[in-house]
């Protein structure tokens, strides 16, 4: 039982923060001004790591490079950690770690999507003039877009977001099918 209360803690601290590190990615490919309080609570979680990655990794053609290979290293320590709670050798399993943290990668990056999908469905309903909403209103209408093209508002709703959410979870099941060809299993992911 303490296993799986650890690895609950582990999945759920190292998923927060490697969204938080994605999030943060997101908000630049986007361009979404700085001076909010998302993008200032995002930059004081992920600054530690990502200020002293960009000393090392340059940003090119205007990616963030630095911020995505800490959402990598995050996913690495998270694996690491993973399997010394589960009685294995980290070092025995390090090359293939190193791998499989692109799987988890991915999976964060769907699940933040699929979340920020949902707070924007559900901020809709609720409070749709929440200083948020336009935050992430700027987040996912690049998303949106290229979905409003094609499936057209069903009485006056649009439908985009749902469809955007069952875009990501079959893409989160593509990443699961991914992560279980990798290890033979369903281990981790």
């Known amino acids: 039982m303490f296993t799986e209360i650890a690895l609950f803690l582990l999945d759920t601290v190292f998923s927060l923060f490697g969204m938080a590190l994605l999030l943060r990615l997101w908000m630049q490919l ?35 490079w630095a911020t ?9 320590v998270y694996l690491t950690l993973a399997l010394m709670v589960s009685g294995g050798n980290p070092l025995d399993f390090l090359p293939f770690s190193l791998l499989m943290a692109i799987p988890s990668v991915l999976k964060w990056g769907v699940s933040l999507v699929m979340w920020v999908t949902l707070l924007m469905a559900l901020l809709s309903w609720v409070n749709p003039h929440s200083p948020i909403t336009p935050i992430i209103h700027h987040l996912t209408a690049p998303l949106l877009r290229p979905i409003q093209r094609v499936v057209p508002r069903l009485g006056g ?7 955007l959410f069952v875009i990501a979870q079959i893409l989160l099941m593509m990443i699961a099918r991914l992560g279980a060809g990798l290890t033979g299993t369903r281990f981790l992911l």
């Open 68 to 76: 995505l290979v800490g959402a990598w290293l995050a996913a690495v």
């Open 30 to 64: 986007t361009r979404l001004p700085t001076r909010n309080p998302v993008s200032q609570g995002v930059f004081q979680v992920t600054d530690w790591l990502v200020r002293p990655l960009r000393r090392i990794i340059p940003g090119l053609g205007g990616f963030d």
């Open 157 to 163: 709703f649009d439908i985009s977001p749902l469809v």
